[in-house]
């Protein structure tokens, strides 16, 4: 099931309770005692930066598949170790990534340290909107993705925020490739709990012998294999950047918005509950894939109101950076959440030199 630790850090109490979250999160990920060791400093260092220039903010840890699903590297588990804060902001990134910098006197090795020891590291930060990090740490020290086929063209990264605080979340999201398709699922567990999290896991576990089909045939496949559970609402889409194509088809009120050049459009779901109620026919949506495209998957944890920014469509910022500043945004003191909450995001990999 998908277990996240989500941890409230408002006091320096609290900077112990993430490192060990982290631990137990690097044994999930089968990392040796070193990777442990790392994961743990990064989650230490974000938390104690969270305290230091934020006054407090949130810190999300779970384990994750890769941001691109290269060859070989399907199969590999990442902690992930994402703070969301709404503070004063960085008014310089660039520095502020630099050992040494500070501006409260400390050493100012939190975020440059950071940047240096996890496989993957983005920040999103406006001044007087808050910061947003997203670290990730795998088994073996700066693997990355080699390949350049049209798989390795698209990325994929997630936040997932349990209800109340609970250690699993009824939400659940996982991609998987076959030859040069990738395809992204979201599946929301009816209800909340440990029954709705059965539900979840049990499409993920479904959709990763699925990988070959169209999005219609995964929600075939996952309506089986989902019968016996409370059911749920699952969105998937299927991106062929070779072709320069996706596919769309979800059961129930997983949101799904498409930006195509800074305009959104919706992406619509028929009525029903995978593993209980799905329609007899399914419809498939096409849209164009380039280079400018971010999709956004949304179990109804988010606000149903929620309008997305500029910000949410940065085809260059790390998906799942973009997911926590979606919840992080929509989300207020006087919109409290009800439900579990997932983002996933689709969007293309930055060419690299």
Not at 66 to 86: I, K, M, R, S, W
Not at 243 to 252: E, K, N, Q, T
Not at 333 to 341: F, L, M, S
């Amino acid at each position: 099931m998908p277990r996240v630790w989500d941890v409230p850090v408002h006091d320096s109490t609290r900077v112990r309770d993430a490192r060990v979250a982290a631990e137990h999160a690097a044994a999930l990920a089968g990392l040796d005692e070193q990777r442990t060791a790392t994961a743990a400093l990064v989650a230490t260092e974000l938390a104690t930066n969270l305290l230091k220039h934020a006054g407090g903010g949130q810190v999300l840890i779970d384990v994750v598949a890769p941001p691109v699903l290269a060859a070989g590297l399907e199969d590999t588990l990442l902690v992930q170790v994402t703070t969301v804060d709404h503070g004063p902001g960085i008014a310089n990134v660039s520095a502020a990534l630099s050992d040494g910098f500070s501006t409260t006197r400390s050493l100012g090795a939190g975020l440059g340290t950071c940047a240096r020891l996890a496989d993957h590291f983005d920040l999103h930060s406006v001044p007087g909107r808050g910061t947003v990090v997203v670290a990730r740490v795998g088994a073996v020290p700066g693997v990355r993705a080699a390949e350049r086929g049209p798989a390795a063209r698209v990325r994929a990264g997630a936040v997932n925020v349990p209800f109340g605080g609970a250690e699993y979340s009824g939400d659940a999201w996982a991609w998987v490739r076959s030859g040069d398709r990738v395809t992204l699922m979201l599946a929301d567990g009816l209800g909340h709990g440990p029954e709705a999290s059965r539900a979840s896991t049990a499409a993920v576990e479904a959709l990763r012998g699925a990988a070959h089909l169209t999005p219609a045939e995964v929600l075939r496949r996952l309506d089986t294999a989902l019968t016996g559970t409370r059911g749920a609402a699952v969105a998937v889409a299927q991106v062929d950047p070779g072709a320069g194509s996706l596919r769309f088809a979800g059961i129930g009120n997983v949101g799904a918005r498409l930006c195509e050049g800074g305009t959104w459009r919706h992406l619509v779901s028929r009525p029903g509950i995978v593993g209980t109620h799905r329609p007899a026919t399914l419809r498939e949506q096409e849209a164009v894939w380039a280079d400018d495209r971010v999709l956004v998957l949304h179990s109804d944890g988010l606000p149903s109101r929620w309008t997305p920014t500029s910000d949410t469509c940065r085809a260059t910022t790390d998906p799942a950076v973009t997911a926590a500043v979606t919840v992080r945004d929509a989300s207020s003191p006087a919109r409290p959440v009800r439900d579990d909450t997932a983002v996933a995001v689709l969007a293309p990999t930055p060419d690299r030199p």
